[in-house]
């Protein structure tokens, strides 16, 4: 039990540290020009929807136990990646 609650811990520090660099970006956008801005806020919407989903994963992640761990840890990751993929696409675009 105590792997899976290091694995939760874990998760959750992933998870703020990729939230708080979303954030960053968003508040960079306040002080850039106008096309800039809608740019940047267009980007963050995209990312925004899968940062719904893989908050919705951590909470079946937060809350699950037994058989059906392995496939919400699965779902979670599988999430997490998606959005760190996106996230890293984006902050590509937002430096060219």
Do not use: C, P
Not at 47 to 74: C, M, P, R, Y
């Amino acid at each position: 039990m105590n792997n899976m609650n290091d694995y939760k811990k874990n998760a959750h520090n992933s998870i703020d540290s990729l939230f708080n660099e979303i954030e960053q970006v968003k508040k960079k956008a306040e002080n850039a020009n106008d096309d800039r801005k809608e740019f940047i806020n267009k980007k963050v919407d995209e990312i925004n929807e899968k940062k719904e989903n893989l908050q919705h994963w951590f909470k079946e992640l937060s809350s699950s136990s037994g058989e059906a761990t392995d496939d919400v840890k699965k779902g979670f990751e599988e999430a997490r990646d998606s959005l760190a993929n996106a996230w890293t696409k984006a902050k590509e675009e937002f430096n060219s």
